[in-house]
């Protein structure tokens, strides 16, 4: 009895100094802009709160109607809503310290703007230095905006991109890579596709723009999709778009590299994702 006193009173109070805290700050953080997205996070904890105390104590008065077997389920929902709210606070306050993400304000007719699909994935990321698992979100191409789409936690979160240093998704692996302007690298800041790490790697950029068309007076949209390739070699990066480029760029091995693909028939235009991979897993088999 005294641990759902306890918990039930822990709640409570969390809701109370939420709310208050909540009602006296607001002016404040709407005045200072540098301070919104703690307003953000507040708010969000606060409706986390509010539903889980809702549920709380709707399942206590249940209780009191319900067999021993009953109120024993009762009891440990009870306690998993606890657990719940200790998790979020505990666990995800540094995730969503990000900014709203806003949904495009008008249909799109012929495709969609994220990554892979237009459903939510379950993925892992380092944010902050920090691993988080299990987290539903989706990537937008179009933005290079990764935002937590949470039904429990609405509305969603865009993170702030340079603390994201990768994360998977749909069982691909991105990492962030900042332009290296010394170098005069080929790569601009933002998230690249990991095919394959090794000696060498090879990196993947997909990007989406939206596009209209008008015609007879009415506006269509359609989302336009590009793909380049890249292989990075002793810390530099190389743009690699067909058999020539890439051969440059190995020309340490240049003659074992253009037997295999010979003897294996990899042609590098017909599937990138594939070949360039397995060409850069035997590279580095025979720089061993």
């Known amino acids: 009895m005294n641990g759902t006193i306890t918990a039930s009173t822990h709640l409570y109070i969390s809701y109370i100094n939420q709310k208050h805290s909540f009602r006296l700050r607001k002016d404040k953080y709407i005045s200072n802009p540098s301070l919104s997205r703690r307003l953000f996070v507040h708010m969000r904890l606060f409706r986390l709160n509010l539903c889980l105390l809702s549920i709380y104590f709707c399942v206590q008065n249940t209780s009191a109607q319900m067999s021993s077997e009953d109120s024993l389920m009762l009891r440990s929902a009870k306690e998993n809503a606890v657990r719940l709210y200790h998790k979020y606070l505990s666990t995800h306050t540094e995730l969503y310290n990000g900014i709203e993400y806003v949904p495009y304000p008008y249909n799109i007719e012929e495709g969609q ?73 080929p790569l601009n800041t933002g998230f690249y596709d990991l095919l394959y790490e090794g000696k060498i790697s090879v990196l993947k950029k997909e990007t989406k723009d939206i596009q209209e068309n008008l015609n007879s007076g009415t506006i269509t949209r359609y989302v336009e999709s590009a793909t380049s390739y890249y292989l990075k070699k002793n810390g530099e990066y190389f743009s690699v778009n067909n058999k020539s480029s890439l051969l440059n760029v190995l020309k340490d091995k240049k003659k074992e590299m253009r037997q295999f693909m010979n003897q294996n028939k990899i042609k590098i235009k017909k599937d990138k994702d594939v070949e360039l991979p397995k060409l850069a897993a035997h590279y580095d088999e025979l720089t061993k």
Do not use: M, W
């Open 113 to 185: 703007p994220f990554f892979y699909a237009d459903s939510t994935g379950i993925g892992n990321i380092i944010y902050n230095d920090v691993l988080y698992e299990k987290i539903p979100f989706k990537f937008d191409l179009v933005q290079n905006a990764i935002f937590i789409s949470d039904h429990f936690l609405a509305p969603p979160v865009q993170l702030r991109n340079e603390l994201i240093g990768r994360f998977n998704l749909f069982g691909h692996t991105f990492i962030r890579v900042v332009k290296d302007t010394a170098l005069k690298s």
